[in-house]
């Protein structure tokens, strides 16, 4: 099983700022990583796959880097909407399909 | 516009079961795979069991192979997942989730989610 280790746990920032968000991943995932968001009380949403590909109506401000093991999400200037956890998730080797253990992003 | 609708959650006696049904409308339900992923109280996503297409193949979890089965009826656009031999840590928020193609990997679609309580 391939393990996701995301930090930090918690980042805090302040709205307009930069938020970079790390997720490793214990073994190669090409770049089959996907990460998601999540709000309280909601769902999960699709932010990025293929490790860089923003999902349909994704703002361009997130943006995902990274391959093999090591892989970034970055969210420029911070909107209050944005302050949630964040996922990322491998889909290269499986079953299992595995989550990191997210990223809380709250306002500084 | 893509709606997941999941049902079928509660409050169930440990070793109990429970059959959760996710019903799907505004795509081609035919054309891809789907996946049940949960959620403990205040805790990570954890992916459960995930199913073809087709319905033809089936991927589960270790933590709940042997107690779980998924399945679906491409008539109905329905989900179903059956969940027998019912433990506490099984309470969870269990979602279910559109897969981007016809293979499990990402989830594009996500219902709003079922409380599954195993208590006594």
């Known amino acids: 099983e391939i393990v996701m280790t995301q930090s930090p746990a918690t980042l805090s920032v302040s709205p307009g700022e930069r938020a970079t968000l790390s997720c490793r991943a214990s073994?190669?995932?090409?770049?089959?990583l996907a990460w998601y968001q999540q709000k309280p009380g909601q769902a999960p949403r699709l932010l990025i796959y293929g490790a860089s590909t923003r999902a349909t109506g994704i703002p361009a401000r997130f943006s995902g880097s990274g391959s093999g093991t090591e892989f970034t999400l970055t969210i420029n200037s911070l909107q209050s909407e944005d302050f949630a956890v964040y996922y990322c998730q491998q889909y290269n080797n499986w079953p299992p399909l595995t989550f990191g253990g997210g990223t809380k992003v709250e306002i500084k | 516009e893509v709606q997941l609708l999941e049902s079928g959650g509660g409050l169930v006696q440990p070793g109990g079961s429970l059959r959760l049904s996710c019903a799907a409308s505004g795509f081609t339900f035919t054309r891809y795979a789907m996946t049940w992923v949960r959620q403990a109280p205040g805790k990570g996503l954890e992916w459960v069991s995930a199913i073809s297409f087709t319905g033809d193949t089936s991927y589960y979890a270790d933590s709940v192979k042997g107690r779980f089965t998924i399945s679906r009826d491409n008539s109905k656009n329905t989900l179903y997942l059956q969940m027998n031999s019912l433990r506490a840590d099984d309470t969870a928020v269990y979602y279910c989730a559109k897969d981007f193609y016809r293979v499990p990997t990402i989830f594009d679609f996500w219902g709003q989610g079922t409380l599954v309580t195993v208590s006594s």
């Open positions: 073994q190669s995932v090409s770049s089959n």
